[in-house]
């Protein structure tokens, strides 16, 4: 017995010692030529599902595809034996697939298809088996004809009208409508079950006025069969009237007998339901009373889980998704109105399906290697674990000495050339199974390079440099490097070699120059490469550009002068505000400098210059300012200040082409600011009538250019001019211009597939913009398919921008790519991304969690990783959750806030530092593996606690002046004191300006937060330095200066006389003061009255002129000491003047007296020729018909008299109208209603209407002879 006792440990020991030398597989690249040469077993990338329901009216196709070299080929079963595609004419296989096609063009019934089917592939290397389909037929059976009597009911009682659909495959969707094909209104009362049958918890009188029909709507036909309609007769002890019916009231004035809750469904006080994992358990509870009784539910022993759980069907059906073993145990439903209540019990088990914990993976293994398959599966009942090889059970296969099986594990050992198979793992229980396959390929390749002949790298001095060299070979060849074909191979100092063949050079130097070969060597042979490395002196910019103001109209330069390797040509390239900068004609660009002649206010930003060589970059920036000169006597010409430009005139397209026409227009007026730009903007009718677009900017110097359209748009432009002051006002619009159509020349952009389910891929993509559309029916076509897997694309038609892919694996990698069309043809191909399936939760969870170097605020952790493969999705970090449970600090109460730090890590041996702990503390930890969506249960919980540290600074520091001799100083503990406080240390010196003394110390106890300080000196000022001590050390400085006391004056130092004679834009600023020269500096304090907004100017001594005022506005100054800010002068207040030019006034010009005379003798001779002829009894040649009586009129004029007048004296003429004052008026049929202002009008012809006014009264033109008043200068600068 002792000797089997020890036998047995010594097979354990050497198991352990086997498992612990096993080879990592080999991961074979996915290099071309690799792949073209590479042996392997067949691997099935595509098949049908495991139920599969088929159209009886279409072909039936049963999927199987598979990759291998060499190409498999393929065979079936059909219910467990051969399937002889051969004999059976309806039947083919496609072409290098196992794909089946069953047609029936030429008769035949599906039927007789049905059953159980399983793909082979085959090929030298093994067999790879798909699942068991099981193919059946969809059936859409007839209802039953049936009669059905008038069913007769009491008010108030319950009622259930059975629906019993025909079977169907798949199961029919049923629902229920009455005979005008309205749905019945559901609600409390009345609602259908999960088997269809409809439900009354109460019958009411107006139910009979309907009938009901029960529907069933079969998917795959597409077909809806229906039940006769139920008649209902509804019993009531005293009459009804439907015209009164009331739905608060439903019963009126009758009296229907009430009744307490029973169920309809389910029977009986308690029942029981069976769940598998993952699906969906819907339960159900309706209940008949009156009133209609309310349904709750409830958990014993635990809560309802609340993110999955949904209450559907008013309440009556509780449903849960995605089931998980923790949903089982006893839900209760309770009904209850005012009579009483009810409880039914329903006890659910969770059973599973298998489902994966770790799935065997493909192993590629060299002669004489060992590996392993694993093969491991959960589910209740747990899974039975069946091996087979190449589609056999592994008992019956040829014995493999280098094989053993060891339950869920086939472990191999020193596997040999002709050993390559293919493994089947079968886990099933009553619930289902899983198959999975996975080879193991023995493979002897000798070393082979996988990277370019012969590369050659450049690198800058002092950087790190890594030169690749990626191989293959089986077994794994042993790399080396050597420089210059010497030495005995490069690894350590500043080289080191990494496992994938890479050579790291940490700093490199001009002496690593040289050529590198790298050597792979196996027993089957070596392979070599080189790799030239040339090191480059840095680039360096010796003279960057420095911040600079100039004045407007002036020149700026920015110097950028570069040094680089005399090898390596080098580019400057200039942005501003870190845009492109646009040259133009205007700014001059060299070698090593930027100028920017005439600078405007436009130039002004911080300009970057940008240096580019082959191999590295570097930038440097500066700031240009413009800044404005004031002057002391402005001029008429100063005084006129720069304004907007007039908008573009004219506007006219010329050149049409398909997409583009020449916009020529004339520029306004530039007010005396040069017009730096014009932005060009559009407007169509289609998409987005009525709203300007910008097109496209173009300098100050152009007034015709060429336009970029879209096709399928209707255009119309218009033109913006810009100077420094702003921008014009739109121009007119242009005539119309419309584009022919086009196929899309875009591509839709942000393509990306991600699962937002773990059994589907989501599509998604930004739609083209309306102006990308180039044409009507705009549609996207979407391709994918499984990447890695040679299968044929799979593609649908999209008018929106997303596609959902249904029944994926768990995150695996999908090729796709998308393509635009419209009437007018298709647009480019998209570029394939790579999306992936949706991710479910990982199965395992780290282990082993522990710590080590554990410090105050930091501690480094360990964990034993997970398998990459058991995370489902992609790996993304080991989740640490950490908080703080106490502290050690008695009586200190912590906030538990459950923190998060990520770590990411693939090796085999993780760890990593969790810093900015408080010290002293005791803590809790776990940590769980993440992917995208998910992450997998917690690891172990972990306790440590971090040593005593330095303490925080005081929680407050307060500096009090309690006399002219005391200061008082007092302070609070430090919230977190981070261990045991011995004391606080006070250092504190004397401040007088710049000048400061020596530090003297006091230390106190814990416990004192308080001390008065003594000064020999009252106006000498303290700065102060508090803080905390524990064992450990000095925590961090509390400063303070001891604030600024008002018998702190300096004694006789005074500001006085302060005045201000202000002007337009700067004012002239002088005081009286007896500060010693040099003594201190002074700040001019300015306070903007409209909204306190405060400006300072610093000066040393008096008078000082300040510019950069707002014209016309209210200030307040005080200038006060900038050492002493306590000595201030009193507050002035005063305003600046208003802007203004120098004018001549018009009316004391010698001209225009003379002009003002010669109208005056004109108006008095034409006034004497009239006199003449009416007193001879004439008439005016303009009026032929005879005077009409003069009607008096009720009108005075301006000076208080009555005027009378003849109605066809004052008759207007035709298109006119005269106001009372004399002035004409516009009639409504005027031409200006056609045109833009009146100041010229037209005839169709092009001749001109003169425009009759009537002379205006003297009074009125008395008025209007200021000069000042019509001056448009005045009207610009008036600020009333």
């Known amino acids: 017995m002792l000797w089997q006792d020890k036998h047995a440990a010594l097979t354990f020991m050497s198991l352990l010692l086997l498992l612990w030398q096993e080879a990592a597989p080999i991961e074979v690249p996915e290099d071309p030529k690799i792949q073209q040469d590479l042996k392997q077993p067949p691997t099935i990338m595509k098949q049908s599902v495991k139920n599969y329901i088929v159209d009886p009216r279409d072909n039936i196709i049963i999927e199987c595809e598979a990759k291998g070299n060499p190409v498999p080929t393929f065979s079936w079963r059909r219910n467990g034996k051969f399937f002889n595609i051969g004999k059976d004419p309806r039947v083919t296989m496609r072409k290098r697939s196992g794909t089946l096609e069953i047609g029936f063009r030429s008769g035949g019934r599906p039927e007789d298809y049905e059953g159980e089917y399983q793909c082979f592939a085959t090929n030298d290397f093994g067999v790879s088996l798909s699942n068991k389909i099981l193919l059946r037929v969809s059936k859409a059976p007839l209802w039953p004809k049936e009669v059905l009597e008038p069913v007769s009911v009491t008010e108030g009682s319950p009622l259930v009208l059975p629906c019993n659909p025909p079977p169907g495959l798949p199961p029919p969707f049923t629902f229920w409508m009455d005979s005008n094909m309205s749905p019945i209104p559901q609600d409390k009362r009345v609602s259908m079950g999960l088997n269809g049958d409809l439900y009354f918890s109460n019958v009411l009188a107006q139910d009979a006025n309907t009938d009901y029909s029960c529907k069933a709507r079969f998917l795959f036909t597409h077909t809806i069969q229906e039940k006769n309609p139920y008649k209902l007769k509804v019993q009531t002890k005293e009459p009804y009237n439907d015209t009164s019916y009331n739905a608060s009231e439903p019963h009126g004035d009758r009296k229907v007998a009430e009744s307490t809750p029973t169920f309809l469904s389910p029977s009986g006080s308690e029942s029981s339901k069976m769940v598998l994992r993952d699906e969906q358990l819907l339960l159900e509870c309706i209940a008949a009373g009156l009133p209609t009784p309310i349904i709750k539910w409830f958990k014993k022993g635990g809560e309802l889980p609340g993110q999955k759980v949904k209450f559907e069907n008013f309440n009556k059906t509780l449903k849960i998704v995605s089931v998980s073993e923790e949903d089982a145990g006893e839900y209760v439903c309770m009904a209850n109105n005012h009579l009483g209540t009810i409880r039914h019990s329903i006890f659910v088990q969770v059973k ?185 002196e840095p680039t360096r910019i010796i003279q960057a550009p420095e911040h600079q103001s100039a004045i407007r109209g002036s020149t700026a330069r920015f110097t950028c002068r570069v040094t680089s390797d005399p090898s390596l040509p080098v580019s400057v390239a200039w942005m501003k505000d870190d845009k492109p900068l646009y040259l133009g004609w205007r700014l001059k660009k060299d070698d090593e400098s930027l100028s920017i002649p005439n600078v405007n206010e436009g130039d002004e930003g911080t300009y970057t210059c940008t240096v580019k060589s082959e191999i590295d970059q570097l930038s440097a920036s500066a700031r240009l300012t413009v800044l404005e000169v004031a002057t002391l006597n402005p001029s008429v010409s100063s005084a006129l200040l720069p304004a907007r430009p007039d908008p573009p005139m004219d506007l006219d397209l010329s050149d049409p082409a398909a997409r583009s026409v020449r916009l020529t227009w004339i520029p306004g007026k530039d007010h005396r600011s040069p017009i730096t730009e014009f932005l060009v903007q559009f407007e169509e009718d289609r998409w987005e009538p009525g709203r300007w677009q910008n097109l496209s900017s173009y300098p100050g110097d152009l007034n015709s250019v060429i336009l970029q359209l879209a096709p399928f748009v209707n255009y119309q432009f218009r033109v913006i001019a810009i100077n420094s002051v702003g921008q014009s006002d739109p121009s007119r619009p242009s005539p119309r211009y419309k584009t022919t159509g086009a196929a899309p020349d875009a591509i839709p952009k942000g393509l990306r597939g991600w699962g937002s389910r773990k059994d589907n891929m989501e599509i998604t993509w930004e739609p083209l913009l309306d102006l990308e559309r180039n044409g009507p029916n705009l549609h996207y076509i979407v391709w994918w398919r499984r990447k890695d897997v040679e299968e044929e694309w799979n593609n649908v038609t999209i008018l929106g921008a997303k596609h959902v892919v249904h029944n994926t694996e768990i995150y695996v990698p999908y090729e796709i790519k998308i ?381 208080g008299s009555f005027d009378y007048h003849s109605d066809e004296d004052n008759k207007p003429l035709q298109g006119s109208q005269t106001s009372l004052d004399g002035n004409v008026k516009e009639s409504d049929d005027s031409l200006v209603d056609y045109g833009e202002g009146g100041d010229g009008q037209f005839n169709e012809d092009g001749s001109f209407i003169g425009q009759y006014t009537v002379k205006k009264d003297k009074d009125e033109t008395e008025g209007n002879e200021s000069s000042e008043a019509t001056s448009p200068v005045n009207a610009i600068y008036s600020l009333g």
């Open 819 to 1199: 393509q635009a069309r419209n009437e007018f043809g298709a647009g480019p191909e998209s570029n394939m991304v790579i999306g992936y399936s949706g991710e479910d939760k990982p199965t395992d969870a780290p282990t082993d969690l522990r710590v080590s170097k554990v410090d105050s605020t930091k501690v480094i952790i360990h964990w034993n990783p997970v398998d990459l493969n058991s995370v489902q999705g992609e790996f993304k970090e080991y989740r640490l959750y950490y908080w703080r449970e106490s502290s050690q600090v008695p009586g200190l109460v912590v906030i538990k806030e459950k923190k998060v730090k990520g770590f990411y890590s693939t090796t085999v041996k993780p760890s990593g530092m969790l810093s900015d702990l408080v010290p002293y503390s005791n803590y809790k930890m776990f940590m769980v593996v993440a992917n995208n969506r998910f992450e997998s249960q917690p690891s172990n919980t972990v306790e440590f606690t971090t040593k005593e540290g330095v303490p925080d600074a005081p929680r407050f520091f307060k500096i009090n002046r309690r006399s002219l001799d005391t200061i008082h100083l007092e302070w609070a503990k430090p919230l977190e004191p981070n261990g045991i406080l011995t004391g606080y240390q006070l250092k504190y010196q004397t401040v007088n300006g710049s000048k400061v003394g020596p530090f003297q110390l006091e230390t106190f106890f814990p416990n004192v937060t308080e001390f008065f300080l003594r000064v020999p000196d009252r106006s000498s000022r303290y700065k102060f330095f508090l803080s905390a001590l524990t064992q450990v050390g000095k925590g961090e400085d509390y400063a303070e200066e001891s604030p600024h006391f008002t018998n702190e004056v300096d004694s006789g130092r005074e500001i006085w006389n302060l005045t201000v004679e202000p002007n337009s834009n700067y004012a002239n600023v002088s005081w009286t003061h007896n500060f010693p020269p040099g003594s201190s500096d002074f700040v001019l304090e300015f306070i903007l009255n409209s909204n306190n907004t405060k400006k300072d100017v610093k000066s040393q001594q008096p008078p000082i002129i300040v510019v950069d005022l707002i014209p016309g506005v209210v200030y307040h100054l005080r200038v006060y000491s900038h050492l002493f800010n306590n000595v201030s002068s009193k507050q002035v207040t005063f305003k600046t003047k208003a802007a203004y030019i120098d004018q001549v006034d018009i009316a004391t010009q010698g001209w225009f007296i003379g002009l003002m005379c010669a109208i005056a003798l004109i108006i008095l001779i034409l006034l004497i020729v009239c006199f003449i002829k009416r007193s001879r009894g004439g008439k005016y040649p303009v009026r032929d018909k005879k005077d009409l009586p003069l009607d008096a009129v009720d009108q005075k004029d301006q000076d």
């Open 352 to 536: 599973a399906a298998p489902y994966w914990l770790v799935k065997p993976s493909d192993q590629v293994l060299a002669p004489e290697e060992t590996g392993r398959l694993i093969c491991r599966a959960n589910g209740n009942p747990k899974p039975h674990i069946e091996w087979l090889v190449n589609g056999q059970p592994i008992e019956s296969s040829p014995t493999n000495p280098n094989r053993q099986v060891l339950g869920d594990t086939i472990i191999f050992r020193s596997v040999q050339i002709g050993s390559s198979a293919v493994y089947q793992c079968n886990a099933s229980n009553e619930h289902g199974y899983l198959l999975a396959n996975a080879f193991v390929n023995v493979l002897d390749l000798p070393p082979r390079m996988l990277g370019p002949k012969n590369q050659l790298i450049k690198v800058i001095k002092n950087n790190r440099t890594f030169l690749d060299c990626p191989f293959f070979g089986s077994p794994l060849p042993e790399l080396r490097w050597f420089k210059n074909g010497q030495g005995s191979g490069l690894d350590g100092g500043q080289y080191r070699v990494y496992i994938n063949g890479t050579l790291e050079i940490k700093r490199a130097q001009a002496e690593d120059e040289g050529t590198y070969t790298c050597v792979a060597s196996s027993i089957l042979g070596k392979a070599e490469n080189q790799v030239r490395l040339e090191v480059k």
